[in-house]
């Protein structure tokens, strides 16, 4: 955009601005947008490098078979390494049992802060540990689920529905937060009229506060299901990564962050193929999600 | 109804405070026995990370993980607040949305991913440039000498992309609560518009962008899995930040499936794991104190919630 010097722009009482100040402003403005340019460079490349080698790997059996063939002797012609069946399966499971868990445990710790707790000292500090929580590395919930779940050996060793317990615990603190905020949105002439009808609190939660929140925390939740679904670390040593496809989640289980994990540090470029495909998928997941709460916020009755 | 109602809610509530502190407890008993047989001092300060000699010292990892964070943040944070500038001082009204939507993009990208693009893509593609750097500037300290593949620098280049969006974002809801009349004076008193972010716009905001880095860097000390693919796995303290290393979450991330046969070293990469958290605390905890305090200053006084992907900053 071309700057207009404040002479221009009606001043004209006023000296001119000096020519090395108005100079000086323009290699500060063309700096700072140079690298809100780098900023960006990232993303390109990325995407441009999940569609060109990612879509080369989107062949015929790519979504319908599972990636148990993990050797591929050059000149065998039949040989198949597989596709991602599995791992597309395992993510869906163990997101989805993530999502049951952390969504309404979320959403209720947020409306016990916004309805009842308010600024009490125990609301407060009810606070600061979700904060804390924010801030624990997604490798540290994998461990603490390792040590309560897995080497304790309750159900087995590793399994689905472990991978599922630590990614909850990675969801929680997202779901509460962008509820709180959602809840305390909604106006409290709403609450105080169903309260003046005689309403009792619980009702004019469940009837009124919660409906009126209703797309916001569905936006809350998708984003924090979209960001579950991309994680690694908390998969590794929970659900661990068996290459069949299984349908309980009170097995050892595939998923799509571990099977790239997996394939990135094979040296052999047809999994390393594989892992470009699976990844091209999961973004695209995870588009989706991000897309579907966008719609959900702009339907929303809130500001 | 009404009282039972709020029971169970202040029970779920609870429940976070337990979950919290039995992570806690449990973490710390099974990282016991590493601190007991070696002490906690000598945990994190000896300098040889060898599971095969029975030897934890954790200091190449920690320092690992400074370094590559610092990285991070010198490169990182300069671009996240010029994005956040240019979206809510310069840019034309047209492309602000897009804008941010797109440096918001950049955190809908899994970590895994990152890696995966970082081996195949940046890793050969920055090296010679890395290596022309090394022989050119071989007078600075920590440069200098033949570049690994994978190495600190990498990684920290990595994480700086990955720490851009959580920045920028809450630099960008900091940016915003600088009063209108403060910037509309520094323009009437004849400053450009450089000027005025100068001295009305940075000023103002300098707590709450300190904050941002802050957060920024509590998440590029806990990144895992994207530094796992490109720091080099050597447990070895590198000379320079183009030689390969290690990160407290990438040892865990690599050598806890092997480890779980072998009590001691389980202990040891579990008391990493605590180290690491203590660590993000205490980052997490400055940089709370900072976000607030530009927060009490917003209009409205809600809490902003830390986006989590794209668009989570309404």
């Known amino acids: 955009m071309s700057a207009p010097t404040f002479n221009e722009a009606g001043l004209r009482g006023l000296p001119p601005v000096s020519p090395g100040r108005v100079r000086k402003d323009r290699i500060a403005r063309t700096f700072i947008g140079a690298l809100t340019l780098i900023a960006l460079v990232p993303l390109v490349l990325v995407v441009f490098y999940l569609l060109k080698q990612g879509l080369g790997a989107w062949n015929g059996d790519f979504f319908t078979t ?121 106006p409290n002439q709403l609450r105080e009229s169903a309260l003046a009808l005689g309403a009792p609190r619980w009702k004019v939660i469940w009837s009124v506060v919660l409906p009126t929140a209703r797309s916001g925390l569905i936006t809350g939740s998708l984003l924090a299901v979209a960001r579950a679904a991309g994680e690694t670390a908390p998969l590794l040593f929970t659900a661990f990564a068996t290459n069949e496809l299984v349908f309980g989640l009170g097995q050892p289980m595939n998923s799509l962050p571990l099977q790239i994990f997996n394939d990135v540090r094979t040296p052999q470029d047809a999994i390393v193929q594989r892992a470009w495909g699976a990844a091209l998928f999961l973004v695209l997941l995870i588009l989706i999600l991000n897309l579907v709460a966008r719609l959900a916020q702009r339907r929303s009755r809130l500001a | ?131 022309w750097f090394s022989d050119t500037f071989s007078f600075l300290p920590f440069v200098g000498g033949q570049v690994a593949g ?24 900091v940016l915003a609560t600088v009063p209108q009349e403060h910037k509309e004076a520094a323009l009437a008193l004849g400053a450009t518009r450089w000027e005025m972010i100068r001295l009305a716009v940075l000023p103002y905001s300098r707590a709450g962008i300190s904050g941002a880095a802050m957060l920024g860097l509590g998440r590029a000390l806990g990144e895992t899995i994207a530094v796992t693919l490109v720091i080099g796995n050597s447990a070895h303290l590198g000379s320079t930040i183009f030689s390969q290393g290690y990160t407290l979450a990438a040892v865990i991330a690599n050598e806890f499936g092997e480890a779980a046969s072998n009590p001691v070293h389980r202990a040891s990469l579990i008391a990493a794991g605590l180290v690491l958290f203590l660590l993000t605390l205490v980052v997490n905890f400055i940089a709370r104190f900072y976000v607030t305090r530009a927060e009490k200053k917003m209009l409205g006084g809600a809490p902003v919630a830390e986006p989590v992907a794209t668009g989570a900053a309404a």
């Open chain 1, 66 to 186: 599972d990636p148990t063939g993990r050797t591929c002797f050059p000149g065998q012609t039949t040989c198949s390494i597989g596709g991602v069946r599995s791992a597309i399966l395992g993510t869906l499971e163990i997101v989805a049992l993530a999502s049951v868990i952390a969504i309404p445990f979320g959403t209720a710790v947020a409306v016990y802060l916004v309805e009842y707790g308010k600024q009490s000292k125990f609301a407060n500090t009810v606070r600061y540990f979700v904060d804390v929580m924010t801030g624990v590395p997604s490798v540290a919930f994998g461990l603490f689920v390792y040590i309560v779940l897995v080497a304790s050996g309750i159900g087995g060793s590793y399994a689905g529905w472990k991978g599922s317990v630590a990614l909850a615990l990675l969801m929680l603190p997202i779901v509460v937060r962008s509820s709180e905020v959602v809840l305390n949105l909604v």
């Open chain 2, 1 to 131: 109804m009404d009282t039972p109602v709020r029971r169970i809610l202040t029970g779920v509530a609870a429940l976070i405070l337990v979950i919290i502190a039995f992570f806690l407890i449990r973490l710390y008993i099974e990282a016991r026995p590493v601190f007991s047989a070696y002490g906690a001092t000598h945990f994190v300060f000896d300098n040889a990370w060898l599971p095969s000699k029975n030897l934890y010292g954790a200091w190449p990892l920690i320092a690992g993980t400074l370094i590559t964070s610092a990285i991070a943040l010198i490169i990182g944070v300069p671009i996240a607040v010029a994005a956040a500038l240019f979206v809510t001082e310069l840019c034309p009204r047209p492309l602000r949305a897009t804008l941010t939507i797109l440096v918001d993009l950049l955190a809908a990208v899994p970590s895994v991913v990152y890696g995966l693009w970082a081996v195949f893509f940046l890793i050969p593609k920055i090296k010679p440039a890395e290596q």
């Open chain 2, 150 to 173: 994978p190495n600190y620098f990498i990684a920290g280049l990595l994480l700086a992309t990955m720490i851009i969006p959580i920045v920028s974002a809450i630099s960008r809801e």
